[in-house]
């Protein structure tokens, strides 16, 4: 539900939590780490790894697609994920 104000605040705290929403892909992502239960690929991918979370299978899985313009040309800004309120 767009401009629903509990996911604004839903993706403001994602943000917090170092999770990125990428406007095309319409998929939150996240760099991915050891701690994330994700097995890496080696070597890595230039500009590092990422993991995104499937809401089909509610699980964080690497991701392996390939990005026109690089995964990081997508990902909103802070600014655009801030919870906006009407004067």
Request: hydrophobic share 40%; no cysteine; net charge neutral.
């Amino acid at each position: 539900m767009p401009k629903d104000i509990l996911q604004a605040y839903a993706a403001s705290e994602l943000y917090n939590r170092e999770w990125r929403f990428h406007s095309d892909l319409k998929l939150w992502f996240k760099r991915a780490s050891p701690a994330d239960g994700v097995p890496l690929q080696q070597p890595q991918m230039p500009g590092g790894q990422y993991v995104y979370f499937d809401i089909n299978a509610w699980e964080r899985r690497l991701f392996t697609g390939s990005v026109h313009g690089g995964l990081n040309a997508g990902l909103l800004s802070e600014e655009e994920v801030r919870v906006k309120f009407q004067s």
